[in-house]
């Protein structure tokens, strides 16, 4: 049973999580030089290097100092298959309605060598600390004060998740990123850990980067 006193703590330690990720995001748009690493395909591999230093660290100093209920659990061959047919079949429904975002579209038009690092940042780097984040942080923050409820914890986490994607301005997305969320909270669930959503999120956006680095190695 969590005392009162420790699930304050843990609370106050899941938003603090949460408040590097949003310093680190704020101090990268306020360098003077934003436009240029903007315009040159750089801002995403910079800030995807600066989220994954902050916060893996501060993941395996939690997991150190206490008993956390944010394991990095196993990656079974049965649950991945399982789970990444639902992704695929989810993806493929998606695919009917979603609109292009300019940003991605932009970010791999430009050189094969901007391309090729905005793609090892989104597949290698982004879903780590995300899912440590949201998965892990977030959601385990909301979980503390109403342990029953995993479901409306799961979905609050996941608009949450949805909301923090500033970078999308179609509802679709947004709807697309609140149910991509969804399975990976009830991967988290089942597999008792992070490791099930990491993998899942890194084929997530392998499959939505695969097609511009093939058009930059075609050219």
Known sequence: MTLPGDRITHTLLCAGALFIWYAISVLVGALPNFTYLQSSGLLMPLLCALEFAALVPVYRWYVRSYDTPIPSGRLTLRQALLFSAMLIALIAAQSLYLQREGWTGAQQTGSLY??????????????????????????QGLLLWAPRQRLACSLLSSLI??????QYVHLQTLIALVLLSLLLCAARFVSNGLRLPIFLHMLNNFLGVAPGLWLAFSH
């Not at 440590?132 to 959601?139: A, E, K, M, P, Y």
């Not at 998740?161 to 500033?166: D, K, Q, R, Y």
């Open 114 to 139: 901007t391309v090729v690092l905005f793609s090892l940042a989104v597949v290698f780097l982004a879903p780590v600390y995300e899912e440590i984040l949201f998965r892990g942080f977030v959601l």
């Open 161 to 166: 998740f949805a909301a923090v994607h500033t």
